[in-house]
């Protein structure tokens, strides 16, 4: 650089600096921006197609109101380029200044069109994340302007602020134009620093704005040049894969993995991540701006309109007074690109967002897309999500409900129309619900007739071309795509099956319990039955029988308190045996006593053997329990003494038979007190086992009698049992029922409630 050129460029920033230190208030210094946040500011934007959808957003507002949009890649002056080229209206001096300027935006809504830009940032940001420096062409009605944002520019000079030149070309009489005199220093900087170094070539892009093919005269051009590499220094975008379309490299893909706004489980990675041309086809919810890239239409669509099986359902939030609508289908192309699309203000802020049952490893939700605008929440700087508030976290939260609400639903009418199919519902083939397309001339959409494929269409299509002849015409307007947003959210039935199943269930329950009960009430009644027969039974032999003398009590009672437990155990099945034995055993008429029982005691007597009783010694007196008290009479005592004597003077007789016998009493039986035996579940381990043996003319043993009396207190027990069960099931059967009739009794009240919100809404309608 010549000293002549080092004294003008520091005399230029000298008068600048000047410039904008006379801007003050009341002697009170103005903020300035330092250079440097050209570029802190530009990395907002991790995913260069966020870049790209900033500079598209410009042209697509209201105030622009562009037709067309343009992107293509350029090379000038052996410098890889990007252009972005719009038909709108076009920048005069004030908005070409406010474009390069920080945080103004008086966009306004313009025809029901709200703009998408609110922070006045996106030029800057944008274009800095692509290049580091980018350069302006515009033409309006009144004007021709020329702007530059420049890195490269600022450092050359070593601004310590943000200066942007700006030049103003009037049209003169003769058709030329010419620089007004206040802009030629920002002429001069232009000129020495962007790829242009003549007036005339500024002239010639100016020109490019409006070609002679182009109806429209107005416009802006935006040309950026030192592209961003890689480390390895190559670009950061593929223009050669596809000659029609801007990709982004896998290797880049991969380093921006971690910090990618829209991360995948799995490794089918939907194609508007890396692809241009497909991420611009669904940018826009509702397109009214063709885009060109690389010198071929986009064809863009009616995402809501390009799904099967479709679905509308509505959000309704506390904080906002209108239902938000939802429009849920199946993807048409891929089922391994599926979540939830969220817009605002008409521009798409994340794309397939999968959100609930779709997260899971389990195949749920597969397929099935999710459209939402959500103009109630608030978009980040960089538009790539939504800044994490209550609100947001509340929509998604209910997002996730009614995505698997939906594919559970698609899944149950897909079971009950086809029982026998084994394919999924998201492997099936399926079409578009409805086929629309868009009108190169007006660009309005207009809705084709069932059966038509769209891909089978013309490259070009106008409206004169559409079967239909009430839209045959670009004069006629488009036909409202939104019409059936006024309907109701689409009916649950698979909910209503749900509940249609819980109620044969509970019937069912109720049924089971009922049967239940009347077969406990059925063997209570037997039981009841079967313990009056065996009373009326027992009493029947009480009163026929002439005599019910007892037997003496064995040995085994006496010498089972004196040995312990073993001893009793040994008795007691001893007991069981003879009380067995008796039962089976057969009575005589005849006076003769009956032989009911042969055993052997030398296991009872083997266990503690009697001492001798001397005359220095007392002997001891057996302990007898009060059974044995209330039923021992004078022969019975007299058959123990002799048992007693027996075992004391035959020391040597353990293994001798013992033959128990009945003899025909003498005693008178109405004068006899008989009382029930205690059962054996009911005696204690040291309590006396007390063993008598009755007998009678009838037939009947004694032995029966006592399995008579243990027969009824074990019936008497059950039947207490079974008693006390039959009134807890009932208390049971009362608070479920009275639980199921407080659920009915909610859900009356909640549709209540439902019909008269209803009611109101018709009626203020």
Not at 311 to 321: A, G, S
Not at 751 to 764: M, Q
């Amino acid at each position: 650089m010549s000293v002549a050129d080092s004294l003008g460029l520091k005399l230029n920033f000298t008068s600048n600096h000047r410039e904008m230190a006379a801007q003050t208030e009341r002697g009170v210094p103005l903020s300035s921006v330092s250079p440097r946040f050209l570029h802190s500011n530009s990395t907002s934007h991790t995913w260069p197609f966020g870049a790209i959808a900033m500079l598209i957003d410009n042209a697509y507002d209201p105030d622009v109101s562009a037709k067309q949009f343009w992107i293509d890649k350029t090379v000038v002056k052996d410098q890889d380029c990007l252009t972005f080229m719009d038909n709108g209206y076009g920048l005069d001096l004030r908005t070409m200044h406010k474009m390069l300027s920080f945080g103004f935006s008086d966009k306004t809504t313009v025809k029901g069109v709200q703009p998408i830009g609110i922070y006045g940032n996106g030029f800057k940001s944008g274009s800095m994340r692509l290049g580091k420096d980018a350069i302006v062409f515009s033409k309006s009605k009144s004007t021709s302007c020329v702007g530059m944002l420049s890195q490269t520019y600022l450092e050359k000079i070593g601004a310590e602020q943000i200066i942007v030149p700006i030049v103003c070309f009037d049209q003169t009489k003769s058709d030329k134009l010419s620089v007004r005199e206040e802009d030629k220093a920002s002429l001069q900087d232009i000129l020495r620093y962007s790829p242009f170094t003549t007036q005339e070539e500024l002239l010639t892009q100016l020109d490019v704005i409006s070609p002679p093919w182009s109806t429209g005269k107005t416009g802006t051009r935006i040309i950026i040049w030192n592209l961003r590499r890689t480390s390895t220094g190559a670009l950061e975008f593929d223009f050669e894969k596809d000659r029609y379309d801007i990709q982004i490299p896998s290797e880049v893909y991969d380093e921006m993995t971690d910090t990618f706004p829209q991360p995948q489980l799995s490794s089918h990675i939907p194609k508007s991540t890396y692809s241009l041309r497909a991420y611009c086809s669904i940018l826009y919810l509702k397109p009214q701006m063709q885009i060109i890239i690389r010198g071929q239409k986009v064809k863009s669509q009616l995402v809501a309109k390009s799904l099967a099986w479709t679905r509308k359902d509505h959000y309704k939030p506390n904080f906002l007074n209108k239902p938000v609508p939802i429009t849920f289908g199946y993807n048409t192309e891929s089922k391994d690109q599926y979540g939830v699309m969220m817009y605002h203000k008409n521009r798409l802020i994340k794309a397939y967002e999968r959100v609930g049952c779709q997260l899971k490893a389990n195949n749920q939700g597969v397929g099935v897309i999710g459209i939402i605008e959500c103009n109630f929440l608030d978009p980040t700087h960089n538009k790539q999500s939504f800044l994490e508030t209550d609100k947001y976290r509340k929509t998604m939260s209910s997002l996730a409900i009614k995505v698997e609400e939906y594919w559970k639903e698609m899944r149950y009418k897909w079971s009950r129309d086809n029982p026998n199919s084994t394919t999924a519902v998201e492997d099936t083939m399926k079409r578009p619900d409805q086929s629309w397309i868009q009108c190169d001339d007006c660009l309005q959409w207009r809705k084709l007739p069932d059966g038509i494929d769209c891909s089978k269409l013309p490259e070009k299509w106008v409206c004169h071309m559409n079967p239909d002849p009430q839209f045959r015409s670009c004069q006629v307007e488009q036909e409202p795509e939104d019409s059936d947003d006024e309907r109701p959210s689409y009916r649950k039935t698979y909910k209503q099956q749900q509940r249609g199943n819980k109620k044969q269930q509970e019937k069912k329950r109720q049924k089971d319990e009922e049967e239940r009960k009347r077969q406990n009430e059925q063997v209570v009644a037997n039981l009841t039955r079967q313990n009056e027969a065996l009373r009326r039974q027992l009493n029947q032999t009480t009163t026929h029988s002439p005599s019910a003398p007892t037997t003496p009590k064995t040995r085994c009672n006496t010498e089972s308190q004196q040995q312990g437990g073993a001893a009793r155990a040994e008795c007691s099945a001893l007991t069981s045996s003879i009380i067995s034995q008796a039962a089976c055993s057969s009575s005589s008429t005849s006076g003769l006593p009956v032989i009911s029982h042969v055993s052997s005691v030398s296991g009872l007597l083997r266990a503690k053997r009697t001492q001798p009783v001397t005359p220095q010694q007392t002997p001891k007196r057996p302990r007898v329990s009060g059974s044995q008290k209330r039923t021992s009479l004078p022969i019975a005592a007299a058959a123990a003494d002799d048992d007693d004597a027996d075992d004391a003077d035959n020391g040597e007789g353990d293994d001798d038979p013992v033959i128990l016998e009945t003899k025909k009493p003498d005693v008178d039986l109405s004068k006899v007190k008989t009382e029930n035996v205690q059962s054996d579940a009911n005696v204690g381990n040291d309590a006396a086992v007390d063993v008598t043996v009755e007998s009678n003319d009838a037939g009947t043993g004694p032995a029966a009698l006592d399995i008579l009396h243990l027969h009824v207190q074990r019936l008497s027990c059950q039947l207490q049992d079974m008693q006390k069960r039959l009134q807890e099931l009932s208390q049971i059967i009362v608070k479920k029922e009275c639980s199921h009739q407080a659920s009915q009794t909610e859900e009356t009240n909640q549709t209540r409630e439902g019909y008269k919100s209803l009611f109101d809404k018709a009626k203020k309608k």
